[in-house]
């Protein structure tokens, strides 16, 4: 039997292992906490990884959207500035063609000025005034009218002649100077007017003059004389049939000097017929039309651009079958391209040979007037490409440059026929040399 003091010690160890179950117990329900904890905090540890990676990718999705879209609007900035250099480069090929348009119709300027310019001097002729000759030039001589129409030029001449003359008692070298400066201001030219001066200084020797006041008279001797020279003032178209061939500038007044012929050819009883030519500027054959219409004369046309030397084809056929007296062309003048033009009156010439060998034949060159010198050079210029047998110098009552006549005749050498001092029909009257100096130096 056991003592109160043995059984003491086993209930403590008792007590005590008791105490120690409960303990490992608890550590075990706390380590079993514990591993839950450590669970929920790797659940949530990879719910935050998982967040942070979807975060993550989110982010990365959206910088490569935003590169996309950078990459996109680059895409179109470049296509936008491609398509605008290409515009560019459309609109100077564009340019460049037109350009090579312009070039090669020539309807350059100058063609278009002079057409348009010659388009509004038919229109202030023809619609504006066509009754006028008859009835308020009439009572005039050609004489006053000439010398009303030479106005300008004269007053270029003859006020400073007249003023020199006055102020020089005895005829000198320096007297002579002065009258060169004068003649060559009025567009009689440098080579004519040398001449002029050498011819007057012989006459007033072998007249035995001195007195400057009557230089005035013998000068004018000697511009009749040099004008008499060359000059043959009647139109080769008395017999029939004849044909006049007409050349000259677009703006020299073509298509009205051939008017006015056709009128006064018909008032002399003539049959007359006109071909229109003129196939390269706009509104030639329409104003053509127009005074056939006027005149009463029968007008061969084609359209606009057609072969030149085919409309006179046509014309010389009409003309013989109607037995026309007269067969009046007009043509095309092209001076920015004398090869073009050389070529296409030596066309029409060949058909003229060939067709109508029968005919006599008259080539007149219109000049403008007002252009002075350079109605000179285009008078060379077509004298090399065709055989011109007479000129006609319109718009003499339009400017200050009449002694152009003067060098025409002298360098030139082909006779002035016919002189147009007015826009009337009658004011196109034959040259005469007596009356022109008369009227040109008031004497």
């Known amino acids: 039997m056991e003592t109160p003091e043995e059984k003491a010690p086993e209930t403590a160890h008792s007590i005590g292992g008791e105490h120690t179950g409960e303990a490992v117990q608890e550590t075990a329900a706390a380590d079993e906490t514990n591993e839950e904890v450590v669970a929920e905090t790797a659940v949530e540890a990879e719910e935050t990884n998982s967040d942070a990676a979807g975060s993550s990718q989110e982010a990365e999705g ?10 996109e609007a680059e895409t179109q900035v470049k296509t936008e500035v491609e398509s605008e250099t290409e515009a560019i480069v459309e609109t100077d090929i564009v340019a460049e063609v037109k350009t090579d348009a312009v070039l090669e119709t020539g309807v350059a300027d100058e063609e278009l000025a002079l057409a348009v310019e010659e388009e509004q001097e038919f229109s202030h002729e023809i619609l504006d005034a066509p009754e006028m000759p008859e009835q308020q030039t009439s009572s005039l001589s050609f004489f006053e009218r000439l010398k009303a129409g030479l106005t300008k030029t004269s007053k270029a001449i003859t006020d400073r002649i007249d003023l020199l003359l006055n102020d020089y008692g005895k005829i000198d070298e320096e007297l002579y100077e002065e ?11 440098m080579e004519t007017t040398m ?7 012989k006459a007033l020797v072998e007249r035995r003059i001195s007195d400057a006041s009557q230089v005035k008279s013998v000068l004018r001797d000697v511009m009749v004389d040099t004008l008499k020279a060359h ?47 003129d196939t390269f500027r706009a ?34 056929q009409a003309a013989k079958a109607r037995k026309t007296d007269v067969l009046i062309c007009d043509t095309a003048g ?19 040979e060939r067709d109508f060998p029968e005919a006599q034949r008259e080539v007149l060159l219109v000049l403008d007037a007002t252009t002075g010198q350079n109605g000179l050079q285009q008078a060379k210029i077509f004298k090399e490409t065709a055989q011109i047998t007479g000129i006609a110098l319109t718009k003499l009552d339009g400017t200050a440059k009449g002694g152009v006549v003067l060098s025409i005749l002298h360098e030139v050498e082909i006779p002035v026929k016919l002189i147009g001092v007015g826009e009337g029909l009658n004011d196109l009257q034959p040259f005469e040399p007596e009356k022109f100096v008369s009227a040109l130096l008031d004497i």
């Not at 009258?179 to 030219?189: F, H, N, S, V």
């Not at 001449?195 to 200084?201: F, N, Q, R, V």
């Not at 051939?258 to 007359?272: D, M, S």
């Open 62 to 71: 959206e910088s490569q959207l935003e590169a996309e879209l950078e990459t």
């Open 195 to 201: 001449s002029l001066i050498d011819d007057l200084k």
């Open 179 to 189: 009258l060169e400066e004068i003649l060559i201001t009025a567009d009689i030219g």
């Open 231 to 277: 000059s043959n003032n009647h139109l080769n178209l008395d017999q029939s049939p004849a044909i006049l061939f007409v050349i000259g500038v677009n703006g020299a007044g073509k298509t009205t000097t051939i008017g006015k012929i056709a009128h006064k050819l018909k008032l002399e009883g003539k049959t007359v017929m006109l071909a229109a030519a």
């Open 283 to 316: 509104a030639a054959i329409d104003q053509l039309k127009i005074w056939g219409e006027r005149s009463g004369v029968p007008v061969i046309a084609h359209q606009e651009g057609s072969d030149p030397a085919a409309v006179v084809y046509d014309a010389i």
């Open 334 to 352: 092209r001076l920015h391209n004398k090869k073009n033009l050389m070529n296409e009156l030596a066309k029409i010439f060949r058909v003229i």
